[in-house]
T-cell receptor, first 114, second 113 residues
């Protein structure tokens, strides 16, 4: 079945440093999504990437979708303490059915030291 | 107004008991899901219903039985609880089964003693 691998599992940074998490799928994806889960909270949708090679920005966050639509990355510039949480990628593959399945990566737990 | 609401938020129970978690969404979405998040934060899909019809049923013990009385509600009943069932269970919904951006509920933390 489809697998989505995400690295690193943990990342500790000093406030102001950059942060990147990477996601790789075993199969070509229809789209990829990113979610953020604050400590004690629930996953919240950040963005969806659909096109090959797509790059999207949200303030200090930059999301990329690979040319082969099998990998993706999230980069945060100049981290702040409010960036703390677990970041998940989730790959969607319709698989030729009328519905598809979203497969989550293992998540990257980000801690930011002030 | 909470978009996806789950009850209860916390459940502490003994091994062997039966428990239920309820979920309701007021977004008008057609598709609802149950996800299990373990202690390592891994999010695994358990079930998905589209307009009351079961469309995804992952490899989940048959002690877990979902029920969707209408498209706004998806409940999860668990029989004969085991220690390994301890986790946070998230309900989620999406506009339809192919439009898969998920809105999650706040989660129900189940602890089996």
């Amino acid at each position: 079945g489809q697998q989505v691998m995400q690295i690193p599992q943990y990342q500790h940074v000093q406030e102001g440093e950059d942060f990147t998490t990477y996601c790789n799928s075993s199969t070509t994806l229809s789209n990829i999504q990113w979610y953020k889960q604050r400590p004690g909270g629930h996953p919240v949708f950040l963005i969806q990437l659909v096109k090959s090679g797509e790059v999207k920005k949200q303030k200090r966050l930059t999301f990329q979708f690979g040319e082969a639509k099998k990998n993706s990355s999230l980069h945060i510039t100049a981290t702040q303490t409010t960036d703390v949480g677990t970041y998940f990628c989730a790959g969607f593959n319709a698989g030729g059915t009328s519905y598809g399945k979203l497969t989550f990566g293992q998540g990257t737990i980000l801690t930011v030291h002030p | 107004d909470t978009a996806v609401s789950q009850t209860p938020k916390y459940l502490v129970t003994q091994m062997g008991n039966d428990k239920s978690i309820k979920c309701e969404q007021n977004l008008g979405h057609d598709t609802m899901y149950w996800y299990k998040q373990d202690s390592k934060k891994f999010l695994k899909i358990m079930f998905s219903y589209n307009n009351k019809e079961l469309i995804i049923n992952e490899t989940v013990p048959n002690r877990f039985s979902p029920k969707s009385p209408d498209k706004a509600h998806l409940n999860l009943h668990i029989n004969s609880l085991e220690l390994g069932d301890s986790a946070v269970y998230f309900c989620a919904s999406s506009l339809w089964s192919g439009a898969n951006v998920l809105t999650f509920g706040a989660g129900s933390r189940l602890t089996v003693l």
